[in-house]
């Protein structure tokens, strides 16, 4: 064990934070962290080693795959086939005057996520009541075939997560259909008044936030100590997750938007290209 007068000792040299320090003295692994001198951080490393040919970086993301500590899947249009807030809508009897909401929102520049929840729950007000009636009629649409992909995923020892702007109780129901540990949902949190009534909700959750996702992703690796991490996802809030994701896998199997079918790592239209790869790699 090192005394404290050591620590600080090289603390004075390598001008970064105490902690990164400490872990100089006791670890390799750190070793490692603590020889950048610039501010990259380990994913953007990753990314920045992909190669730009489209083939090649596809078969980058397809070894990172084999070798990832953690997969994150974003929920509505990716793990399940629809928006689970539109159907929530609809259930509740507005769905035409929340999609017009979405679609404001989404036409907007700069609107903080939070803002346009707030604005849609404010009209959707799901008691608890309707919002248990809701999961009972509505079991989830999964996507097909990922069931398997997390299968196989589990199966590997590779950790699943599930990182979504949708609300936790509706998604507890979807993590629980695939084996996914509760603990790795994160997700939003609805409010209840004692009597059941709509109080809000939990805007100190990160999913609520614009950049939420990342912001998950970040708290993940450092929770957990994992080097790699992929997210896959259809919307950009996915792609903007990467990094500090190491990579991001843009699913177009029930979505295809543009800019992530442009932008992302890698983009495929069914979960069976990633099953292939980890069966092909067994
Ligand atoms: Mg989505």
Redesign the pocket.
Known sequence: MQSEPNRCMLKQFCKKGHQLCCNFIFGPEKKRMRLSTSSETDSDKSINKMPSNANAKASYIKTMLKTADAVCF?????ICRD?AIDELAEHLGVGDKVAELTKKAMSQKNVEYKDTLRARLNVMKPSRQALHDFIKRHPPKLTPGIMELVQELHNRGTQVYII??GFDSIVQEVAKELGVPSQNVYANKLLFFYNGDYAGFDETQLTCRSGGKGRAVKLIKEKHNHKSIIMV???S??LEAAPPADACIGFGGN?VRETVQREAHWFIHSFKELTNVLQAAA
Do not use: I, N, P, Y
């Open positions: 974003d929920v509505d249009s990716t928006e979504t702007g996802g259809d919307g809030t996915d979505q």
